[in-house]
Each structure stands twice: as C-alpha cells, then as structure tokens.
C-alpha cells in the first residue's frame, strides 16, 4: 500500500523507470519519519484495527493540506510489523502537526492511550531524522519515482567516487624541520 501526496505522484507515473543514476534534490532540513506499530496480540482485532485503521485518515488529511509541510509516504507491511515512512519539509512542519488541535492525530493519540494505553495489546514506536545534502547520500538507477526523490524531486547523481581500494594514497606531509638540530 503506498500513499503519496500530489506534489510526488505529478513527477511521473509511478511504473515509469527513470534510466541511469538519480540522487534526490535534498533541501537541507528534510525530515524522513518513520512511525509504525507492531501487533503483539494478533487475535484482539478489536483492539488493534483502530490504532492500525487511524494512520490513513491521517495520511489522506495531510495529503489535502500540502500546507502542513507533508511531502510523501509509503507503508510497508512485514509480519506483524506495519511501517509508514513519511517526508517532511522539516522537523518544525511535523511536530506542528503533532500537536495541531483540530488534525487527525491529537484524536487519535488520546484514543490510544485511552483504549490501548500500556496493555501490550499494540507497539507503537517512531523515528524523525532531519536530514542534510552534504551528509547524504541518495541514489537510484533504473527506478521510478521513490523515496525521497519522489518527495522532494530527483536531480542527477554526483559521479561515483571510486571504490576505496583504486583511490590515490594520501600524500604524507613532511615532519617539520626545528632550528638547530
């Protein structure tokens, strides 16, 4: 199941694979957050399908609002494991909606707490990683739209730096000379 927001689905149609090497145009202060939950009493549907069934009302509100700073996401399954990674404009743009009293979320977080609270029935658990161009590195090679480039927009890749082994030895500086000895 993936979910994406305007701006990343009119880049190109999600089966057109882009040939070669792309990186993502990565404006510093992007944010890729990672939230899931983990379903450790699989039989209690009732109490863990609210939990699981309030991330898309969520996601389908942030996609309505591009205004909130929201740029993509996309939801994995694994197991008893769901996880959407979503990209943000930044860090203040995701913890404003957070705590924004009339979004998704604040009624969902307290409907959590309240209905599932610390009884084991659901694991919840995120990550937010604000991320820098010049400490990155984000590459695809005959891929379509994905990942940050499909929320932030592609740009061409830097050339490959050459594997470690085939790089020119770094050159020794000489030890300096003292007076007198």
């Known amino acids: 199941m993936t979910h994406s927001s305007p ?6 149609p999600p089966e057109q ?9 990565l404006p510093d202060g992007t944010v890729i957050f990672l939230i899931g939950m983990r379903i ?5 549907v009732h109490r863990w399908l609210p939990p699981f069934m309030a991330m898309p009302r ?4 942030l996609t309505a609002q591009p205004e909130r700073g929201f740029l993509g996401a996309r939801t994995w399954l694994s ?8 990209y943000w404009r930044s860090m203040d743009d ?11 979320h604040l009624p969902a977080w307290r409907a959590f707490n ?7 029935t659901v694991g919840i658990w995120h990550e937010a990683h604000a991320v ?27 050339p490959a730096s050459p594997p470690k082994h085939k790089r020119p030895a770094p050159v020794a500086e000489p030890a300096p000379v003292t007076a007198g000895r």
């Open 7 to 12: 701006d990343s689905s009119t880049l190109s």
């Open 132 to 158: 820098r161009a010049d400490e990155s590195h984000v590459v695809y090679r005959n891929m379509p739209a994905f990942g940050l480039g499909a929320a932030v927009g592609r740009t061409a890749a830097r």
């Open 58 to 61: 969520m996601i389908r509100e």
């Open 40 to 44: 450790n009493r699989p039989l209690l």
């Open 114 to 120: 309240r209905h599932i609270g610390t009884d084991g």
């Open 79 to 86: 197991g008893r494991n769901v996880m959407v990674q979503q």
């Open 94 to 104: 995701l913890m404003a909606y957070a705590h924004a009293r009339e979004a998704e």
């Open 17 to 25: 694979v882009f040939a070669g090497r792309v990186s993502a145009d």
